[in-house]
């Protein structure tokens, strides 16, 4: 069989693998989008973004040409060219596990409506004669009709059940943490009498992170697909996500007191954020401070996370059963309208607003941002990733000005920064899954989804640690296995 890299391959997004077996039976592994191509939108590791996607020379193949799909999780770097694959003539099945099937729902919608929106805007420009580039553009762009029928084709399976997908083929979905419904898909392939198994390990969480099962342990194969974002990093705070959060509530809101604006991705560390505040005023008896979410996607996020409750982790489950919620509490409020939205910023007590998106890039929590930035009461918390560029990443730079929306503001807030939250394991969670194989059966280890660096520098690790049958594949780089 050949594995071929056609997307994650030395950068972050994009993740895209092919399976060809010696019978043509070629299975996609992942579909996402490349947000480095596209710019920094929402772009990086936790590819929760609603970039805009364009269609022509997406795929190095004839999308009709694929047997079949597998979907390791809902986040957009993974997932979010699969209505263009139909769009391309695709007719075949999605494999994934059912939250991801729900996610994947609410995000891809999502980029399908924001397509809509720019294919508007297209068309008024298009009446000012703009440039053929921007109308060949319009035609390119999925919408909810490719979504509708991208959905129609899934076909959800369960956590640890193998599943056979013809004779010689069989794949199982074990968990992996980052984000509900997330897997390592396992795929078993017989050729010419040998059995041949392969993991793609698609994100890998951390553990004990809010509301998620642990990575679970993956047998031994012949060949590992390793991300590989966290390669050559730990992660700095070493406090429980509940102390870290109680720590800045404390320091924003009482100490001061102020408001405290947390830039969040919607799908996954939003649902995390209000189960561990949820947590300090349930259990600990925090002080009942006003708690708004404001991201329409958010709250259809946390709707899933509801509908799922049983593939929570031990302690969530438990905790849903003494208080009968997990994202629901008094003084908590979704904000749906986007009048209520901006309604907030003449509430005159101490708050926490969450909103998207979580790099600071466009969403409702920029204006949040540029109606407080000039205020010393107030706080910004960023809890994830932002790409270069980006506002959220030019706040943690320490600028003494920003302009957003065209509007400079002098930065008087305070900008704080905790990794409690990132949903991907670090270094040594790397090492470790690396580890569940023995160095002497494992025959290669192809890292991808990480900075070129970072896979670098995870290579020497993992060589020092005894593996050195580690490849760095190029983007369109071909392997027999
Ligand atoms: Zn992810």
Known sequence: MKLSFLGAARQVTGSMYLLELEDDYRILI???????????????????????????????????????????????????????????????????????????????????????KRINELNVSKKQRVKDRQVQMQKDLYLDLQVRETMENVVPIGFNRKFRVTDNVDVTFMPAGHLLGAAHILINVTENGERKSICFSGDIGRKNYPL???????????????????GNRLHENTM??????????????????????????????????????????????FPPIKVFSDSPMGYESTKVYMQHIKMLNGEAREFYKENESLFDFENFQFLESSKASKAVSNYGEPCIIISSSGMVQGGRVEYHVA?????????????????????????????????????????????????????????????NFVQMQSPETLRSIFLVHGEYESMESFKITLAEEGYPQVIIPKKGESFEL
């Open 30 to 116: 992942d579909c996402g989008s490349d947000m480095e191509r596209s710019g920094p939108r929402e772009a990086g590791s936790n590819g929760q973004a609603t970039p805009v996607v364009t269609h022509p020379g997406l795929f190095p193949f004839e999308a009709s040409s694929i047997n079949l799909v597998l979907l390791t999780h809902a986040h957009m770097d993974h997932s979010g060219n699969l209505p263009n694959l139909f769009r391309e003539g695709y007719e075949g099945q999605i494999l994934c596990t059912e939250p991801t099937f729900a996610l994947a729902n609410v995000l891809l919608k999502d980029a399908a409506s924001l397509n809509q």
């Open 212 to 230: 998620l099962v642990d990575p679970s342990t993956v047998p031994p194969v012949d060949y590992l697909v390793c991300e590989s974002t966290y």
């Open 371 to 431: 109606e407080n930035i000039s205020n010393p009461y107030a706080t910004i918390l960023i809890i994830g990733y932002c790409a270069e560029g980006t506002l959220g990443w030019r706040l943690m730079n320490g600028q003494s000005t920003l302009t957003i929306k065209g509007k400079e503001h002098q930065v008087l807030a305070n900008v704080k920064k905790i990794d409690v939250f990132s949903g991907h394991g670090d270094r040594n969670d790397l090492i």
């Open 240 to 285: 429980s996500p509940e102390d870290a959060l109680a720590d800045i509530i404390q320091q924003a809101c009482i100490d001061i007191p102020g408001r405290l604006i947390i830039p969040s991705f919607s799908v996954g560390r939003t649902q995390a954020l209000l189960y561990t505040l949820n947590r300090l005023y349930t259990e600990r008896g």
